[in-house]
Nanobody
């Protein structure tokens, strides 16, 4: 069973940085024959969930939405089966609950834009103060 757990959220001032972690289980990052896409999404209460970026577990391919290019970076630690979201130059509009999710496929634009992920973890709240 695939499970994901996001952590690392908190309160940060505008311009600051935060690193979120997504610990995964149920599949291996070292399985070259079976890629999983791990993505990050965020949601503000009352608004639709927004896809941000993803990474493929085996080959490390990444996709970024234009809204986060240059400020957010996704990476993975194969030994820990963990994906990270480094967020720099945070803005108040980045305030949201951040979720990590996985899909039994390679990372690609359609997964992020369509919110088409098979497995979801609980979110972690990021609050950026002005």
């Amino acid at each position: 069973e695939v499970q994901l757990q996001a952590s690392g959220g908190g309160l940060v001032q505008a311009g600051g940085s935060l690193r979120l972690s997504c610990a995964t289980s149920g599949f291996s990052f070292d399985d070259d024959d079976h890629d999983y896409a791990i993505g990050w999404f965020r949601q503000v209460p009352g608004k639709a969930r927004e896809g941000l970026l993803c990474i493929s577990s085996a080959d490390g391919f990444t996709y970024y939405e234009d809204s986060v290019k240059g400020r957010f970076t996704i990476s993975r630690d194969n030994a820990k089966n963990t994906v990270y979201l480094q967020m720099n130059n945070l803005k108040p509009e980045d305030t949201a609950v951040y979720y990590c999710a996985a899909d039994d496929s390679k990372c690609w634009r359609g997964l992020i834009r369509g919110n088409y992920m098979d497995f979801w973890g609980k979110g972690t709240l990021v609050t950026v103060s002005s």
